[in-house]
């Protein structure tokens, strides 16, 4: 089972009527599980499968016969930071198959993982170990296929082998050196500016015996560096996994093979870092060992399996530190208006996205009126859910609705959107358990179209479909919106963090530990990348500074670009600062405990109304962390409020601060989470 509560014979709403086929790029053996729609190489299976994927260090891109790598150089502007593809080496095989049929044009996947991707080039008899955060390409040549070939865009300059012509250096004349390694010797056949030819130098024992070629650009002209390269080339990962083995934590494991014995080198990126245990498993940092990249620096971690450990996350219904008893008044006040406001006749659009909010509104009202003992609203709260939120499920709502894809084990909607139901579907639970039973196998048929944990044909979804395990947040275009955008994207940080911390809400409404905890750490994750990536502070030096001055929020960003301009081509600074604020929940403040920042960040905006109240809400918000007073009476004199929010949803917010600073050690974060919910850190996640 993917997730405690899941039934080994789940719910699947009613099938889609999809036309198309699955993409001709996957080996036939993996078409009998659900196939990923949001993955990191999901280039290599989309449209002709020619577009680049970004498998740090290097930019790879496949043809029907060929592989290229590049390491990237960076266009910079004020309003953007673009990777850019150039075909620094090209491999492909000299003597190409002939074969009829399919897979003589185009390349093949013939497995994947959490952190790998398996491509064969079944033309040249060529199959690439592309794993991420690997800092050498590797790639085996049949025993079948005696010679291979690399040529540049560039020009070759020289290069060199050592005596058993297991190495080379090829130096190019844009100033990169790259070097070669073999597991069995091989000799250049003929060498070109652009191209160089290499056979097998076959002793009697090596025949039948495939060729392993790996090959790695070296960072800097530094001998140290090419030491480093030399010392791990003989051990090479094939495939790697990202397993939860306890709450907020994610270890990585890597299949590795190897010329002979030896240990493991892979690249980690700032979040590994910083996330990286170093007291648990036995990893070496390489701190001098670097190669760039448009997310900051990749480091050099020695060892085959690394533990990360994120921040614990306290997953609440209610505020953190409990509202002030004197603004109950006032809080109630807005509660009347805004539950009397409440009519699910009058939602008039179809769209599951504002659907969703219009129903996490009204479950945020609910629980507001828990908090501060204001339950005589809830009944009406209740109703108004129950209309809402049934249709969906039941399959009745005019317009619209859930949809399952067998061929792609998918349900008809984006993830982001799915946090908004799921969040509405955890309070209805809490508040009416009844309810809650009745609708559970659809509840967690929704649920486990982004958190299944599960792999393989026994399951009904692919394995957490938006979330990616190496950069460690999710990824919002896939296979339906990606038509236009030629790589993943993600703008709105807090919707993704949204989606972890309802499914776990979820599992607090239903007594699901598990399900509780693998929200929690996805929520915690996200969190941790948004800060990352996103949350662009003074002195991290991690843009240029070009970017850097001009922008305190990544808007669009994706795994080659770091837009200003976000979702609809929003540029207005509120605009920005509320789509990576919304919706506004108890967990926003771990999202923004940054003091520092979040002044900055209010600054940022500019003080005249550049945009509607719906969007000024979020950033008073903002201002009411450090500014409370001020902000409270801001908030006070605003007219109209986003889909999701509410005038009592902001007072809430804004009277639960007290005093707010800077999270304070681990152990407070850890109280705050164990006075929640004390069991959670008791189980292990399977």
């Known amino acids: 089972m993917a997730l405690t509560g899941e039934k080994d014979d789940p719910f699947l709403f009613p099938p889609m009527d999809y036309q198309g086929e699955p993409p001709k790029f996957f080996s036939s053996d993996l078409l009998s599980s659900p196939l990923p729609t949001h993955s990191f190489f999901q280039n290599f299976v989309e449209a002709d499968g020619h577009n680049s994927v970004y498998i740090h260090p290097y930019l790879i891109k496949s043809s029907a016969s060929s592989v290229s790598l590049c390491y990237p150089s960076r266009r910079v502007e004020s309003c953007s930071i673009e990777q850019v593809f150039k075909a620094d080496l090209t491999i492909s095989s000299t003597t190409q198959q002939t074969q009829q049929g399919s897979q003589s044009h185009h390349h093949v996947i013939s497995s994947f993982s959490d952190l790998s991707v398996t491509l064969d080039i079944p033309s040249s008899d060529l ?31 020289f290069f060199t082998s050592n005596s058993s012509l297991t190495k080379f250096a090829l130096k190019l004349d844009n100033g990169q050196a790259w070097l070669l390694y073999a597991s069995l010797p091989i000799k250049v056949g003929n060498s070109y500016e652009t191209m160089i030819s290499f056979s097998k130098k076959y002793t009697s024992r090596d ?124 809080i109630k ?96 639970a809490k508040i009416d358990p009844a309810w809650g039973m009745k609708y559970k196998p659809k509840a967690y048929s929704l649920m486990a179209n982004f958190m299944n944990l599960a792999r393989g044909s026994n399951s009904k979804y692919t394995r957490l479909r938006c979330f990616d395990l190496y950069k460690l947040h999710s990824w919002a275009s896939g296979l339906w919106n990606n038509l236009y955008e030629p790589e993943m994207q993600q703008d709105s940080n807090s919707e993704a963090v949204n989606i972890y911390y309802s499914a776990a809400l979820m599992g607090l409404a239903y007594g699901d530990i598990h399900l509780a905890s693998i929200g929690s750490t996805l929520a915690s994750l996200e969190i941790h ?71 900055d960040l209010v600054k940022w905006s500019p003080s005249g109304y550049r945009v509607g109240d719906g969007w000024m809400g979020f950033v008073y918000a903002l201002e009411g962390i450090f500014n409370n007073k001020v902000a409270l009476e801001k908030i006070r004199s605003l007219k109209r409020f986003d889909a999701g929010n509410t005038l009592s949803n902001l007072l809430w917010w804004i009277h639960s601060r007290h005093n707010y600073r800077k999270m304070g050690s681990c152990h407070e974060k850890q109280y705050c989470f164990c006075h929640c919910c004390p069991n959670i850190l008791r189980f292990r996640l399977l």
């Open 127 to 157: 199959t690439f170990f592309l794993v991420r955060g690997c800092p050498y390409v590797t790639f085996s040549v049949s025993d079948q296929t005696p010679l291979f070939s690399i040529t540049t865009v560039h020009k070759f300059c």
């Open 207 to 330: 025949h039948g015996v495939s060729l392993v070629v790996r090959i790695a650009l070296l960072p800097n002209s530094s001998s140290e560096l090419e030491d480093v390269l030399d010392r791990y080339s003989t051990c090479y990962p094939v495939s790697g996994d990202a397993l939860f083995t306890k709450p907020y934590c994610v270890e990585y494991k890597w299949e590795k093979r190897g010329f002979v014995n030896g240990d493991l080198l892979m690249l980690a990126h700032p979040l590994h870092l910083q996330l990286l245990s170093k007291d648990e498993g036995n990893v070496t940092v390489l701190q001098d060992f670097k190669y760039r990249s448009i997310d900051g620096d990749l480091v050099g971690v020695v060892g085959d399996s690394w533990l990360l450990k994120a921040d614990h996350v306290p997953v609440t219904w209610y505020s953190t530190r409990g509202v002030k008893e004197e603004s109950f008044d006032e």
């Open 333 to 428: 006040s807005a509660l009347s208006k805004d539950v009397a406001g409440l009519c699910s006749s009058e939602i008039t659009t179809i769209s599951d996205y504002y659907y969703g909010k219009f129903i996490a509104r009204a479950a945020r009202l609910a629980l507001i009126a828990e908090e501060i003992g204001f339950l005589e609203v809830i009944p009406s709260v209740k109703k108004f859910l129950h209309e809402t939120i049934q249709p969906w499920l039941d399959g009745t709502f005019d317009g619209n609705g859930f949809l399952y894809d067998a061929k792609w084990g998918r349900i008809s909607v984006e993830a982001y959107s799915a946090g908004y139901f799921l969040y509405g579907i955890a309070v209805l």
């Open 529 to 599: 990348a948004a800060k990352m990536w996103w949350h662009v502070k003074e002195g991290d030096n991690l843009y240029e500074e070009d970017f850097a001055q001009e922008n305190k929020l990544v808007g669009y960003l994706s795994e080659n670009n770091r837009l200003c301009k976000m979702r609809n081509c929003y540029s207005e600074t509120e605009c920005k600062i509320g789509l990576h604020v919304l919706p506004l929940l108890p967990i926003t403040e771990f999202l923004f405990s940054n003091v520092d920042f979040v002044k």
